[in-house]
Structures are given as structure tokens and as C-alpha cells.
């Protein structure tokens, strides 16, 4: 069996009792995973450089980013990516559509504690409430001028 590496722990438990799984320290898997992190690293050959299987230092990837050694320290390649922000909602109210059909009117804004503006179209009224940015106001009026 040339170039097979046997578990040493294994030959080191006493006799009649059972297997005992070594207790890796924290400050060696967090040395192990920021490895792992580094740009061009195979995670494959950290872990059998170290005697330990790739799986568990898949494990202690997930942990480590999840802050179970401390706040992760990761390379500047190797950051999480960050998440996306929901748009923002805007309140709106549904009004039944009138009888007779319009044209669309201009834009009138009325000026009141709550800051109202209503956009009437041939199918749609748009009331708007609160501060609106100019390109979430330009994308409703696209949108109900077709």
C-alpha cells in the first residue's frame, strides 16, 4: 500500500474504548477556511495537505461564513456577494374605472400635508402619495400609457 495514509487517531484510542474524533482548535479551522478563500485555491488539496477530509472543510467554510469563528476576514476576490435591495413600495389605491373614457390629462400635483399627485389616463387614475423619485413616476406612466 504505497502512498495510503492511515488515520494515526485511530491507532491511538486505548483499548476497549471507542473511537474518539479529534477536536480541531477554532484559530486552525479559521486558518484553514481564509486558505481555502484565497484566489486560485483548491479546497481539495488544503484538506488533504492538513489530514482532514474536503467535506469537513466545506463544513467549516459554511460556519465560518455564518460567524461561528469570528467575523469573517475574507480576500478581496473572495467576498460573499452581496445581496440585492427590494424596490420600495408605493401605496395605491384601486379606483373603479368611470363610464366615459378621457383623454389623458396633465399632470396635477395638489400640495397638502400628505403631498398628493394624481395622473388621470383614458383607463387608470395614478394617485401618488409621499415622495416619489422622477424615474419610479416616469416607469408608472409608462406603464399605464399603454
Same mark, same amino acid.
Given at each position: 500500500?504505497?502512498?495510503?495514509?492511515?488515520?494515526?487517531?485511530?491507532?491511538?484510542?486505548?483499548?476497549? #474504548?471507542?473511537?474518539? &474524533?479529534?477536536?480541531?482548535? !477554532?484559530?486552525?479551522?479559521?486558518?484553514?477556511?481564509?486558505?481555502?478563500?484565497?484566489?486560485?485555491? #483548491?479546497?481539495?488539496?488544503?484538506?488533504?495537505?492538513?489530514?482532514?477530509?474536503?467535506?469537513?472543510?466545506?463544513?467549516?467554510?459554511?460556519?465560518?461564513?455564518?460567524?461561528?469563528?469570528?467575523?469573517?476576514?475574507?480576500?478581496?476576490?473572495?467576498?460573499?456577494?452581496?445581496?440585492?435591495?427590494?424596490?420600495?413600495?408605493?401605496?395605491?389605491?384601486?379606483?373603479?374605472?368611470?363610464?366615459?373614457? !378621457?383623454?389623458?390629462?396633465?399632470?396635477? !400635483?395638489?400640495? #397638502?400635508?400628505?403631498?398628493?399627485?394624481?395622473?388621470?389616463?383614458? &383607463?387608470?387614475?395614478?394617485?401618488?402619495?409621499?415622495?416619489?423619485?422622477?424615474?419610479?413616476?416616469?416607469?408608472?406612466?409608462?406603464?399605464?400609457? &399603454?
Amino acid at each position: 500500500m504505497v502512498g495510503t495514509k492511515v488515520d494515526k487517531t485511530w491507532d491511538e484510542r486505548s483499548a476497549g #474504548s471507542a473511537y474518539k &474524533r479529534p477536536n480541531f482548535p !477554532t484559530e486552525f479551522k479559521r486558518q484553514l477556511v481564509e486558505q481555502s478563500f484565497e484566489p486560485g485555491a #483548491s479546497v481539495a488539496l488544503i484538506a488533504r495537505s492538513n489530514d482532514i477530509n474536503a467535506n469537513l472543510l466545506f463544513k467549516w467554510r459554511r460556519l465560518y461564513l455564518a460567524g461561528e469563528y469570528g467575523l469573517p476576514t475574507l480576500p478581496e476576490g473572495a467576498a460573499p456577494k452581496p445581496t440585492q435591495q427590494a424596490p420600495s413600495l408605493l401605496s395605491v389605491d384601486v379606483v373603479a374605472e368611470a363610464a366615459s373614457h !378621457t383623454p389623458p390629462t396633465a399632470v396635477t !400635483t395638489v400640495r #397638502s400635508p400628505e403631498d398628493l399627485c394624481e395622473i388621470e389616463f383614458d &383607463r387608470a387614475r395614478l394617485r401618488v402619495r409621499g415622495n416619489v423619485s422622477p424615474d419610479m413616476l416616469r416607469l408608472l406612466i409608462r406603464e399605464l400609457t &399603454r
